[in-house]
């Protein structure tokens, strides 16, 4: 089994440096995937309600819990979906997701998208933190927050956000937030660590793999790990879910970081955040 290591977030909680993603899990396999994770040594899971697998991560989760882990070794994330903005709609859907779930508290709940056009994610996140501040959630956040978004809420709210989770990728590096982020103290979070797939066979990281005996995926991974951005791979067998947190024992150098970091070119393998209501 590995140990991943974790860092902490503006309110001292630890997270993982990489995380189990769940989205397109099937709700029928997830917790059987969610065990294997925590099995593999991931102690960070990342669902939304929009995965429609919530009660399948709890049912891991549990089971994990009443047989060998600590609950509190485990930090499960959770997001609130977009049709379920504005403030009692966000308290509201936060209890059908601590139903789901089944557990007696969330470790971090995150606005999944800004939308906009509803211009409703002022009032949502103000029902994160009521919720943080009830102790319901150890930490809040906010995911797919460009940075007028960012700037508004911290103008706004009064919680940091722990972290923005975002797509981010050798291809989509993401610097104008990772700088934003870094300001503020928030921690930037990559979905799509892997570009769902698509950079495997990216010369650059081909070669890369090839000069440390590792796969693409462990190459990319590494490169997150080392930037100082947490990440969320998914992957759907044991041996990649196992091969995607062995990256803890090699080290890219000064000149292959700067070669990942030439391959930046504002590919979004998923949608653009201002677009989404
Ligand atoms: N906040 C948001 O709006 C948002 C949006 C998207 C995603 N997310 C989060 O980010 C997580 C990851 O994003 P993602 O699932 O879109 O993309 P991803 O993790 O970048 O890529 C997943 C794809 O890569 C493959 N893969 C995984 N490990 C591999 C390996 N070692 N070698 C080769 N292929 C490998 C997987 O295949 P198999 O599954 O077949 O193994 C899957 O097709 C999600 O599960 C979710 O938790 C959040």
Redesign the pocket.
């Known amino acids: 089994m590995q140990t991943v290591p974790t860092v902490s977030l503006n309110n001292g909680a630890n997270i993982g440096s990489v995380g189990f993603?769940?989205?397109?899990?099937p709700l029928a396999d997830s917790a059987h995937l969610t065990g294997l994770a925590l099995e593999a040594g991931y102690r960070t899971l990342?669902?939304?309600a929009l995965?429609a697998n919530e009660e399948g991560v709890g049912q891991g989760v549990r089971a994990a819990t009443e047989e060998w882990l600590d609950r509190e070794d485990i930090f499960v994330t959770s997001?609130v979906w977009n049709d379920r903005h504005g403030y009692n709609a966000t308290l509201a859907a936060f209890d059908e997701s601590m139903d789901k779930l089944g557990l007696d508290y969330l470790d971090l709940y995150?606005v999944?998208?800004p939308c906009p056009d509803q211009d409703l994610y002022i009032p949502t996140y103000k029902a994160l933190e009521k919720l943080y501040h009830d102790g319901r959630v150890r930490a809040i956040g906010v995911?797919?927050f460009e940075p007028e978004h960012l700037d508004r809420l911290l103008q706004e709210t009064d919680v940091v956000p722990a972290l923005n989770?975002?797509?981010l990728?050798p291809w989509l590096q993401q610097r104008e937030l990772r700088t934003l982020h870094e300001a503020a103290g928030i921690r930037t979070q990559a979905?799509?660590?892997?570009?769902?797939?698509q950079l495997?066979e990216d010369p650059v990281l081909t070669s890369l793999a090839q000069a440390h005996s590792r796969?693409?995926?462990?190459i990319v991974l590494r490169w997150h790990h080392q930037c100082g951005v947490l990440s969320?791979?998914?992957?759907?067998?044991a041996g990649?879910i196992a091969?995607?947190i062995d990256i803890f024992d090699f080290t890219l150098s000064t000149e292959e970081m700067d070669a990942v970091a030439g391959l930046d070119r504002g590919h979004r393998?998923?949608s653009n955040p201002v677009l989404v209501g």
């Open positions: 993603g769940l989205y397109k899990v990342d669902t939304a995965y997001k995150l999944h998208w995911s797919n989770q975002i797509e990728h979905w799509s660590p892997l570009a769902r797939g495997l796969s693409v995926a462990q969320l791979p998914k992957a759907s067998s990649r091969e995607n393998s998923g």
